[in-house]
């Protein structure tokens, strides 16, 4: 092999593993800042519908009482200010919204009602509201509401794997580490080389 073009394959490789440590790093650094959604403590585990939406900025929402197949509060999560307006809206037969968790004390519906009916509900307090349709509890029907800011959290970012900056390593410090020792071996071995072959007399003549 000419010198010329080992140096060549041995600047491509170490380019290639650079560009793909700065690409790890740039993707875990995305992973690790995840994202959050408010902790509902379980409430809605399992609840029919399913539907999480951050809201906040938004001055109204419209909820869905019955959507989803009749037996869900559409979002079923929802995030929202403080002084958000919550238009409960019944889009099937025979639900009613009655609070479970309530820091600002804001009222229910407790008739049941049909299709076709709505109303609203100013969130002026901030915390955690849980809810639900009590003939359809059991089914689950039961929806949440944060409120504000100053609400417990969950991250979004993954599931239990550990990954290296959990373990306390620094991603980006890490790759580049590894990119360093494989440039110092390849300079190593490129210098083995030299000392031992020498200038081939062919080298860059083409001939």
């Known amino acids: 092999m000419k010198r010329r073009d080992f140096m060549r394959q041995a600047g ?20 690790e800042g995840g994202g959050q959604q408010p902790d509902f403590g379980g409430y809605t585990d399992g609840a029919e519908g399913g539907e999480y939406l951050d809201a906040r900025g938004e001055s109204e929402v419209t909820v869905e ?18 002084g958000t307006t919550v238009v409960f809206d019944w889009v099937s037969d025979g639900h009613n919204v009655l609070f479970d968790d309530n820091p600002g004390d804001v009222s229910g519906h407790e008739p049941l009602e049909d299709e076709g009916f709505s109303f609203e ?8 509201y849980t809810y639900y349709c009590d003939p359809h509890r059991s089914l689950g029907m039961l929806g949440g509401i944060a409120v504000g800011e100053d609400v417990p959290t969950v991250s979004t970012g993954g599931g239990g794997r550990k990954e290296l900056h959990d373990l306390g390593v620094a991603i980006q410090a890490h790759w580049v580490g590894a990119a360093t020792i494989l440039g110092i071996i390849m300079s190593v071995i490129f210098t083995f080389y030299l000392v031992k072959y020498g200038e081939s007399a062919h080298t860059g003549t083409g001939r």
């Open 121 to 128: 509900v100013t969130f002026e307090s901030g915390g955690i």
């Open 12 to 31: 491509g490789a170490t380019a290639a593993i650079g560009a793909g440590a700065t690409a790890t790093a740039g993707t875990a650094a995305a992973q």
């Open 65 to 82: 009482v019955g959507g989803g197949g009749g037996l869900a509060f559409l979002p079923t999560e929802l995030w929202i200010d403080t």
